[in-house]
């Protein structure tokens, strides 16, 4: 069975710039999480998606950050215009019917 | 009453010797207490997991220690080798409620001498 796949692995952008996180979580979970992981941190929920429908984002900057999950699997976060403060790992994670969540490798952004 | 408090925030332990993480939390309507392990450059993993029902889980070298009453469990590595260098997260959460999260500790850095 394949991990939950992230692209791109490291991503660099100078601030004020938009960048995007792609997300394929692993086959049948309908469940889809995005977190962020600062340095020496534990990973925050962003946003959880069942299927295609956002059930919690409250946690998610929506001034700046939106996320979308078409069709119920893969899933794009973005950022627009991005802050030097947005420098993190950007985790994607999947389960099945909210239980045991698997992470994906992340996504390391710097934001010059 | 969200957080899940962990220390050390690093740890150095021999090969062979015991590895001790604590944490503890405020949310009595937390009922999964899970332990997840951070290689660099990987995301977290799963190590194991307990529920409030029993006071210890035990799975080959890892072992969790839950005491309800005070709000704390710990993570036991025993037999700690090289390859245990890891971050280790706590965790907590409630299972079923659909809009619950986990929330996870700050972290421990261990690291185990050769």
């Known amino acids: 069975e394949a991990g939950v796949v992230q692209s791109p692995r490291y991503k660099i952008i100078e601030k004020k710039q938009p960048v995007a996180f792609w997300c394929n979580p692993i086959s049948g979970h309908n469940t889809l999480y995005w977190y962020l992981q600062n340095l020496g941190q534990g990973p925050e929920l962003l946003i959880r998606y069942e299927n295609e429908e956002a059930v919690d984002d409250s946690q998610l900057p929506k001034d700046r950050f939106s996320a979308e999950r078409l069709k119920g699997v893969d899933s794009t976060l973005k950022i627009q215009p991005a802050e030097l403060g947005d420098s993190a790992v950007y985790l994607c994670a999947s389960s099945r019917q909210g239980n045991e969540q698997f992470f994906g490798p992340g996504t390391r952004l710097t934001v010059l | 009453q969200q957080q899940v408090k962990q220390s050390p925030q690093s740890l150095i332990v021999q090969k062979g010797g015991i590895s001790i993480i604590n944490c503890a939390y405020e949310n009595t309507a937390f009922d999964y207490f899970p332990w997840y392990q951070q290689f660099p450059g990987k995301g977290p993993a799963l190590l194991i997991a307990?529920?409030?029902?029993?006071s210890e889980k035990k799975e080959g070298r890892f072992t969790i220690s839950f005491n309800k009453s005070a709000k704390q469990f710990s993570l036991h590595i025993m037999d700690s080798q090289p390859g245990d260098s890891a971050t280790y997260f706590c965790a907590a959460s409630r299972l079923g409620d659909r809009d619950d999260k986990i929330i996870f500790g700050k972290g421990t850095r261990l690291h185990i001498l050769p």
């Open positions: 307990i529920r409030p029902d029993v």
